[in-house]
C-alpha cells in the first residue's frame, strides 16, 4: 500500500547476517504487523546471495513468482514493501555496465509490483577503485550519484531510502557536523530520499531529540531509523525477547520513520514487535496526557498476555499445526502459516545461507519429523542398564505429554534475554547475588579467619536464592523443551541450554565453596589466585552507555561465565547445542560419603564395558573403584563432584589439587591399606596373568616426573555412563572441577587417557587438553593430556 511522501514509516527491517526468513515466516510477520498497526516491511536480509553478494543477478522465474506473492501479501495487509538492495561491496561506481545491471534488477522488482525500493552501502570500505577515484571527487559524490540516477530511473518513487556508509554517529569522523561525507549527503542526495541512521551508535541504547536534531540538519531532511535494538547477529549466545523501549514517542517529529531490525531467530521477535506496535500507536494519536503515553511496563504485559496465546499453539517447527485434532484448524489465523526454517538446533544459531541453499527470497517448506521424539527413543533403546518402569514411561510421556510454558516461565524467560543494554529483574538479580557470593566467600572459606555467624548466615541465604535461581532456568529448560509449540522451542533452544550448562557450573561452584575454599597463607598462594577473579570487571559494567554491546560477548551466559575463576577459557563454555534437545534435568554437587557406593557401581560398569575379560578373575566388587576412583574420595573429597539426573548419580568428576603431596599421603596411608586388603599373590590367582597385573598396581611406584607436575601440578579423572542423553553434561561437570582447582590456585591439570579411547581424548582435546606426556615414567594409561589454568 503507497502512501504519501509523508506518512511515518513504522516496521520491519528484515536486514540481518545469517539465514533469512522463510516465504511463510514473512506471511506471518505480516499478519503480525497488520494487527499491531503497523505499515512497513523493508527486505534486505544480509545473506540473501541476490541482494547482495550477486546483486547484478535477476532473480529466476521460480524466484520471481514467490517474491512478487511475498509482494502481494504485503499489499494485502496494508504494508508498504521496500526492496533493498546492497550493491556497495564491489560496485563500480563509474561503471555504466554496472550501472545498466542495478537498473535492470530493480526493474525487475518494479514489474512485480513494488514501489518502494533503497540503496544500502552500509558495512562497506571508503576505498574507491582507479576509475572511480579519476570520475567522483569523493566516495559520498560516488553514491549520490548513483542513487540521484536510480531514484530518477524509478520515476521517483514516494518511497526510496539511502543508507549511508556513515550510518550512526560513531562512525562520522570527526563528528556528524563535520563529517565531509555526512555534509556532501546532506547537500547533493536529492531532497525525495529519505536517509538510514541507527542513532549514536550501530546499537543505540536511546535515541534523544536532540542527537536527531543534528543529524536532521546536516542531511538536510528527517532520517529514518533502522533500529538494531532486537538485532542479535553478533553474537550467537544472545537473543533479545524484551520489549521495545528508549525511543520516546515524541521523537516523530524528527524522523521519516522507523524500522526494528529484528532477531535472526524469527519465534523470539513477537514481544519486540507487539511492544513496537504499542508505541507507533502512540505516536499517531497525539495529545494525549503522560498516564495514556507509551509505557514499557504497560505494553510489556500485554505482549506477555498474548504470547501466552501463541505459545499454547500445538505448532510445529515450521509453524504448522499438528495433525491430531481437526478443531485445530479452526484457531486464529496466527497458526495458519507454516515456515521452513532450518528445523534442527544449529551448531551456530546464525548460520550464513551458502550457494547451495536458498537465496532468501526461496525457501524451502520441508518439515523434518520432530528429533526430540527420535531421540527420546534412542535413548530408551541405549539405556539397558538403568532404565526402568518408571523411566520408560516417563520418557513416553514425554513425548506425548507437550504443554505450555507457564505465565512464570514465560516472564523469566523475557527477563533472561531482555535488551542489548539491559538485563531483565531474574537476570539482574542472579549477577547481584553472583558477584555478591564470590566476593564474600572468604566468610565459608576452610583455613580463613572465622567469620561471624551472621555473615555466613548471610551467605548462605544468598546462595540459597542463586541455587534457586539456578533450578528455576534448568525447569526452564525442560519446559521449553517439553513446550507445545515446537516452533518457538527450536528458535530459542540453543539459548536456553547454553544458559542452564553455564549455571550447572556456577551453582555446582557455589556448592562448592563453602568449606572447600582455602584461604590467605596457603602454600599454593591460593589466596591470591582465587580472588583475583573477585576484582574483574562485570559485563554490565563494560556495557556502559557509549559502549556497543559486542564489546563483551555472551550476554547473561558470559557474564556468568566471567564471574567464575576459569571464565576466560571459552572453549569451555562455547559448544553447538546437541542435534535432539532433552528435557532431562541434571544436577552436579559436592560428592558426599553416601555416593561412594554408586560411584563403585558405576566405574565397575566402565571398565566391565571396556575389558571385558581383563581383570575378570578378580572377584572383589571394589578392586576397580579402588584403583580408579579410591584414593582421591578418601584423601580428598573435596574436590570430587557427582552428576546426578532424576534416576540418581550418573558420573563423577574427582581431582587432586597437589600431586605431589597427594603422593606422599598416598604413600603413607593409602597404600599400605590396598597391599593388605589386595596382596599381590592372591589364593588361587597364580594362573591368571591378567589378575597378578592388575593386583600389582598397588605394589608398584607411580610417579610423574618434575616437569611434568611444575607446569601441570593438578589431576583429574572423569567417569560418566555412555548412555547420557545430553553429552553436554560432561562438560560442564568437568568445567566445574576445573573452577574449583584453578579456585584453590592451580596453575594446571592433566589426566592420563588410554590411547586407544578416541572419544575421550577427542572430547578432551575440544576443552583445550593437549597432549603433553607419551611413554616417559611409564603413565599409567599411556598418554597425559594437560592444559593450563
Not at 760 to 765: D, G, Y
Request: proline share 6%; aromatic share 8%.
Amino acid at each position: 500500500m503507497m502512501e504519501g511522501r509523508h506518512e511515518f514509516l513504522c516496521g520491519v527491517v528484515e536486514g540481518f547476517y545469517g539465514r533469512p526468513w522463510s516465504m511463510e515466516q514473512r506471511k506471518v510477520l505480516f499478519q503480525w504487523m497488520q494487527m499491531w498497526g503497523l505499515n512497513t516491511y523493508l527486505y534486505g536480509p544480509k545473506d540473501d546471495l541476490k541482494h547482495r553478494l550477486l546483486w547484478r543477478e535477476v532473480y529466476s522465474a521460480e524466484e520471481e513468482a514467490q517474491l512478487k506473492a511475498l509482494v502481494c501479501e504485503a499489499e494485502s495487509r496494508g504494508l508498504t514493501f521496500v526492496y533493498a538492495l546492497s550493491p556497495g561491496q564491489d560496485i563500480v561506481f563509474s561503471s555504466s555496465c554496472d550501472l545498466t545491471l542495478l537498473k535492470r534488477k530493480l526493474r525487475q522488482v518494479s514489474d512485480l509490483g513494488c514501489h518502494a525500493f533503497a540503496l544500502l552501502f552500509d558495512d562497506i570500505d571508503h576505498s574507491m577503485c582507479q576509475s572511480d577515484t579519476e570520475a567522483f571527487s569523493s566516495f559520498a559524490h560516488a553514491q549520490v550519484t548513483v542513487a540521484n540516477e536510480i531514484f530518477r530511473f524509478l520515476g521517483e518513487p514516494p518511497v526510496f531510502l539511502f543508507c549511508p556508509t556513515e550510518y550512526c554517529s560513531s562512525l562520522c569522523s570527526p563528528s556528524v557536523s563535520k563529517s565531509p561525507y555526512m555534509l556532501t549527503i546532506g547537500e547533493d542526495l536529492l531532497p525525495g530520499i529519505s536517509v538510514i541512521w541507527t542513532g549514536n551508535k550501530v546499537i543505540s541504547r536511546e535515541l534523544s531529540a536532540e542527537s536527531l536534531a543534528e543529524v536532521q540538519m546536516v542531511l538536510r531532511r528527517p532520517p529514518l531509523i533502522w533500529d538494531n535494538l532486537h538485532a542479535n547477529d553478533y553474537d550467537s549466545r544472545r537473543v533479545f525477547l524484551g520489549p521495545f523501549k528508549g525511543r520516546p514517542p515524541g521523537l516523530r517529529s524528527h524522523l521519516r520513520g522507523l524500522l526494528l531490525n529484528l532477531n535472526c531467530e524469527f519465534e523470539a521477535n513477537f514481544i519486540p514487535l507487539h511492544t513496537l506496535g504499542s508505541w507507533h500507536k502512540e505516536v499517531k494519536e497525539e495529545g494525549k496526557g503522560d498516564e495514556e503515553a507509551y509505557r514499557v511496563d504497560r505494553a510489556l504485559s500485554a505482549a506477555l498476555q498474548d504470547w501466552m496465546k501463541e505459545l499454547s499453539l500445538p505448532l510445529q517447527p515450521g509453524r504448522q499445526l499438528r495433525p491430531t485434532d481437526p478443531k485445530l484448524s479452526k484457531l486464529s489465523v496466527k497458526s495458519k502459516s507454516s515456515d521452513s526454517s532450518d528445523n534442527q538446533c544449529e551448531a551456530q544459531p546464525k548460520c550464513p545461507i551458502t550457494s547451495s541453499q536458498s537465496t532468501g527470497a526461496l525457501a524451502s517448506d520441508e518439515i523434518p519429523a520432530d528429533p526430540v521424539m527420535s531421540q527420546d527413543l534412542k535413548a530408551g533403546e541405549n539405556q539397558v542398564s538403568r532404565s526402568t518402569s518408571h523411566e520408560k514411561s516417563s520418557r513416553r510421556g514425554l513425548c506425548s505429554g507437550r504443554a505450555p510454558l507457564s505465565e512464570a516461565q514465560v516472564r523469566l524467560l523475557v527477563g533472561l534475554y531482555y535488551l542489548p543494554h539491559e538485563h531483565g529483574p531474574p537476570a539482574q538479580n542472579l549477577l547481584q547475588d553472583l558477584t555478591w557470593l564470590k566476593a564474600n566467600c572468604h566468610c565459608v572459606s576452610v583455613n580463613g579467619k572465622k567469620a561471624s555467624p551472621r555473615k555466613v548466615e548471610d551467605w548462605r541465604a544468598c546462595a540459597g536464592r542463586f541455587l534457586a535461581v539456578c533450578d528455576d532456568v534448568a525447569i526452564l529448560h525442560s519446559a521449553v523443551v517439553n513446550s507445545i509449540n515446537r516452533a518457538v522451542l527450536y528458535d530459542l533452544y540453543p539459548y536456553i541450554w547454553d544458559l542452564r550448562n553455564t549455571l550447572l557450573v556456577a551453582k555446582a561452584f557455589i556448592c562448592w565453596l563453602e568449606g572447600r575454599i582455602l584461604s590467605e597463607g596457603f602454600p599454593l598462594d591460593s589466596w591470591k589466585n582465587c580472588f583475583h577473579w573477585c576484582g574483574a570487571s562485570s559485563g554490565a559494567e563494560l556495557h556502559g552507555v557509549e559502549a556497543e554491546p559486542w564489546v563483551f560477548k555472551g550476554g547473561l551466559s558470559g557474564e556468568v561465565q566471567m564471574l567464575l575463576p576459569v571464565g576466560t577459557s571459552s572453549e569451555l563454555f562455547s559448544h553447538p547445542p546437541p542435534l535432539f534437545p532433552t528435557s532431562r534435568l541434571y544436577n552436579i554437587r559436592p560428592f558426599q560419603q553416601k555416593d561412594k557406593v554408586e560411584l563403585y557401581r558405576i566405574v565397575h560398569q566402565l571398565h566391565q564395558r571396556g575389558k571385558a575379560s581383563q581383570d575378570a578373575a578378580i572377584s572383589h566388587p571394589d578392586f576397580i573403584g579402588d584403583r580408579c576412583l579410591g584414593a582421591s574420595l578418601a584423601l580428598c573429597p573435596e574436590y570430587s563432584l557427582v552428576l546426578e539426573d532424576e534416576l540418581g548419580v550418573c558420573g563423577c568428576a574427582v581431582g587432586i589439587l597437589d600431586v605431589r603431596s597427594f603422593a606422599k599421603r598416598c604413600q603413607a596411608t593409602w597404600l599400605p591399606a590396598m597391599r593388605d586388603k589386595y596382596p599381590s599373590r592372591p589364593h588361587g590367582a597364580s594362573g591368571h596373568t591378567a589378575t597378578k597385573e592388575a593386583l600389582l598396581f598397588f605394589h608398584e611406584e607411580h610417579d610423574y616426573p618434575d616437569s611434568l607436575l611444575y607446569h601441570f601440578p593438578s589431576q583429574l579423572r572423569l567417569e560418566a555412563l555412555p548412555d547420557l542423553v545430553d553429552c553436554s553434561v560432561s562438560r560442564s561437570l568437568l568445567t566445574a572441577l576445573l573452577t574449583a582447582l584453578k579456585a584453590n590456585g592451580s596453575q594446571g591439570v592433566f589426566c592420563e587417557v588410554q590411547p586407544t579411547d578416541g572419544l575421550r581424548m577427542e572430547f578432551l582435546t575440544k576443552l583445550g587438553f593437549l597432549e603433553i606426556l607419551r611413554g616417559e615414567a611409564q603413565p599409567r594409561e599411556g598418554v597425559v593430556l594437560g592444559r593450563l589454568l
